[in-house]
């Protein structure tokens, strides 16, 4: 069998963590079969779908790395097709004209709910033999009696009792489809073999197997994937620290770092954690999905990214950084500085963003070095100006200025006056990036060089 997966969402809103994931499994199961991913757009809600959000959705499709084959498929351009679907349903006597209007319905459910049975359509139009009409709705005949169970790929076999099922509207008053009935055209001329969505859509999936079966068309395999929650267990939101797909791009995630994060978020391989996408695809079969709903976590998202970040080649980080230190508002800076001190920064940032930010005292002209009060006034105190002082001086009578030349300078200093290196390191520290944190001090001043150091150590003792 061919395999075939496809995305749906619907265009209103931005691409969430919790699409994103059931994208993600679609995709991966796609790949690791050597099958077709397709997508389609479920747009048929008009109030609410824009092309704002469609075009928000393919961005971070592409962002995240999930292709899709051919062209994206709208449901809104597809209203007739879903009319000759109906037709051969009305042809084959699987569906059937009605008129009863919401109110009659309604008052049949109500009949039913006092009579203490599952409130439902009563099939009064079944054996009318209406004719065809613009403002009627037509009505799948569902069976009598009987099961509809399917073995999803992720919760096991489920099984529904037809009495649960009314005989639904597949095409209303006016001949617009209804979802259901879009859905399993589309999912038909797709040639769908692998349905993987939320499991908010677990209660259609009866409805939509009685469709196929009405049709003659063999389903697809389900697979129901469990919503993601929050760390309190509740439905994932804002205030979990959750966010839309572009909103994680702009904080400065790497792709791949989401993608391993939303995929073990439900899935597992042993006990590895940090997968590249060549490994995800190579492991994710469809099997090990766990089918009780994942919590959200933040801070194992960050965790996770800063792994990658780690493993990325430093070249390709620079360029995945560049808008990042663009926005510091720096109004230039040097790139060849930026692009050397990035190994000494990658292990100690958890994003890009953070990256650019831990680097902006680094790359800013010693005249825009932004002091941390609290640290001048705890390590550039007069004593500690007068280290700052001598080891400018120290640093001047270099004749060789690099990383060694520049750490035997400070070690001198510091035997020569037979003094900690504690009481120096901060002053010095402070001095050359404002602030206590950063890298290895050596490091930054041989990058920095003896002009630039110069021009931060005569700044600081000057404060
Ligand atoms: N458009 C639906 C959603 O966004 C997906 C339906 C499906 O995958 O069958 O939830």
Known sequence: MS????????????LHI???????????????????FVLRIEDTDTERSTQEYTDSILASMGWLGLEWQGEPVRQSERFALYQQ??????DSGHAYWCDCSPEEVERMREEARAKGEKPKY???CRTRGLAPAGNRAVRLRVPDSGVVAFDDMIKGRIEFSVDELDDMVLQRGGGAATYNMAVVVDDVEMKISHVIRGDDHV?????????????????????????????DKQKLSKRH?????????????LPEALVNYLVRLGWSHGDQEIFSMDELVQFFDGKNLNSSPASFDPEKLLWVNAQHLRAKDPAQIFS???????KLGLGGFDHELAQKAIHLYQPRAESLDQMAAQMLPLLCPASQLVYDQSAVEKSLSAEGKAHVRALAEAFEGLSVFDRDSVQQAIHGYVEKNNIKFKAVGPALRVAILGSTGGPDLSDIIFLLGPTSTKARLERAVSL
Do not use: C
Request: charged share 10%; aromatic share 12%.
């Open 241 to 253: 620290g959750a966010k839309a797909v572009i909103d994680y791009q702009s904080d400065g995630l």
């Open 320 to 326: 995945l950084l560049l808008p990042y230190l663009e």
């Open 203 to 231: 209660n259609n999936t009866p409805k939509q197997i009685l469709i196929y079966q009405a049709l003659g068309v063999t389903p697809p395999a389900f697979g129901h994937v469990p919503m993601i929650l929050g760390p």
């Open 3 to 14: 395999i075939v997966t496809r995305f749906a969402p619907s265009p209103t809103g931005h």
């Open 18 to 36: 919790g699409g994103a994931r059931t994208a993600i499994f679609s995709w991966l199961f796609a790949r690791h079969y050597k099958g077709q």
């Open 85 to 90: 679907y109906v037709q051969k349903l009305l």
């Open 122 to 124: 009563n099939g009064k």
